[in-house]
């Protein structure tokens, strides 16, 4: 959406002002910090549509200042992407399991760039309806950035918290690893299959308690869909491969 105010976090005055140039021409507005506790601040008094955020910072890393953004549900609901030279699969998923939206590597294009802030804006306007969504007692509340099971908090991690906003907002469907990808994560980013599984068993464990787990449901040869019916797997048998 043009407008969209952007926040460009990094300590390299050059490498800000290039992306600055290339997302104004794009329509945006751009704010610039060069390190966590800039970047904070301005995340508070502006409210940035997205936020462009180095791994490398000086004083607190930006892995550490997505996991605060993250906790905190004033900010948990504003879109990051990670800027870092560290390409390894591990890193890649260390940030998204801090709740990074999208990853990118550097060098890359600043056409690119475009192009990945708009489908993780898009992404991010599409999981934030302003209604909530219950199904059986299972409550998600996008505005509060809340889940509750029979009005008692749940606990889980942003990575889990947008599949089942997802899942909750497309019931009775069955989902590939793929489109799961594309819808949550966006198909740009690099998620590995197993990766995919693993935040699944995460979101199961997190409604476990509530006896919610049974909504999430491994379809046989296809990936896995959100349903309320009681034909669903028993839950010792839903983590087996799809």
């Not at 992306?19 to 008094?45: F, K, M, N, P």
């Not at 997802?166 to 198909?187: C, K, N």
């Amino acid at each position: 959406m043009k407008n969209d105010k952007i926040l460009i976090v990094d300590d390299e005055a050059a490498i800000r002002e290039m992306i600055s140039i290339a997302l104004d021409l794009a329509g945006y507005e751009c704010l610039e910090a060069e390190d966590a506790l800039q970047a904070h601040h301005l995340v508070v008094d502006e409210r940035p549509a997205l936020i462009l955020l180095d791994w490398m910072l000086p004083g607190m890393s930006g892995i550490e200042l997505a996991r605060r953004l993250k906790r905190d549900e004033n900010t948990s609901e504003i879109p990051i992407i990670m800027l870092t030279a560290r390409g390894e699969e591990d890193n890649k998923i260390q940030g998204l399991d801090a709740g990074a939206d999208d990853y990118i590597t550097k060098p890359f294009s600043t056409r690119e760039l475009a192009s990945r802030i708009k489908a993780v804006l898009r992404r991010s306007s599409a999981l934030s309806q302003e209604k909530a969504i219950e199904a059986d007692g299972l409550r998600l509340d996008p505005v509060s950035h809340r889940v509750t099971a029979n009005e008692r908090p749940v606990e889980m991690g942003p990575t889990e918290y947008r599949l089942l906003a997802f899942f909750m907002s497309h019931p009775e469907r069955a989902y590939t690893r793929t489109q799961i990808l594309d819808q949550v994560w966006g198909g740009n980013v690099y998620v590995e299959d197993r990766t995919i599984d693993v935040h699944i068993r995460r979101l199961r464990k997190a409604l476990e308690s509530f006896g919610y787990d049974r909504f999430i449901q491994t379809v046989r040869g296809t990936g896995y869909r959100f349903s309320t019916q009681v034909e669903a797997l028993p839950a010792d048998n839903q983590d087996a491969t799809a």
